[in-house]
C-alpha cells in the first residue's frame, strides 16, 4: 500500500524527536511519506483563515503562538507554566471562599468528572 500520513507535532518541538518519529513512520511502519505540520499551523488552516493566534490550553501548560501564511513564527511562540489544572484549582477554592454549597473534592472520581467537564 502506498499509504501518507502527517505527523502533528507541537509549536514548541524538539528536532531530534521529530527527526526520530519520521524515520519510525517511513522505515518501520513503511509509509510512502511523512510531512511533520506544527499543531499551530494545523489549527489555522482548520479555521480557514491565513493568519491567526492560537492559543492551546492544555493540561499542565498555555501555549501560544502567531500563525502568518503556514509560518508560524519562533519569536511569536512562549508557554505558560498554567494549565487546566490550575484553572480547575482555582475554580475549586473561589467556590470554598464564595461558600458555594457544594464543595467538590478532586479525589472523588465524580467530582473529578465533573470539574473537568
Known amino acids: 500500500p502506498n499509504y501518507k500520513v502527517i505527523l502533528l507535532i507541537p509549536s514548541v518541538y524538539n528536532r531530534s524527536h521529530v527527526k526520530h518519529l519520521i524515520n519510525l513512520l517511513l ?3 513503511r509509509f510512502q511519506a511523512a510531512f511533520p505540520l506544527q499543531e499551530d499551523v494545523a489549527a489555522t488552516f482548520g479555521s480557514g483563515s491565513p493568519v491567526s493566534c492560537v492559543v492551546d490550553i492544555g493540561h499542565e501548560k498555555t501555549t501560544v503562538s ?13 508557554t505558560l507554566q498554567i494549565g487546566g489544572s490550575l484553572i480547575r484549582d482555582v475554580f475549586i477554592q473561589l467556590s470554598r471562599f464564595q ?3 457544594y464543595n467538590p473534592d478532586p479525589s472523588s472520581l465524580q467530582d473529578f468528572v465533573l470539574l473537568n467537564q
Do not use: Q
Not at 502567531?66 to 512562549?78: K, L, N, Q, T, Y
Open 27 to 29: 522505515v518501520n511502519l
Open 66 to 78: 502567531c500563525v502568518e501564511d503556514a509560518i508560524s513564527h519562533p519569536s511569536s511562540r512562549f
Open 99 to 101: 461558600g458555594f454549597p
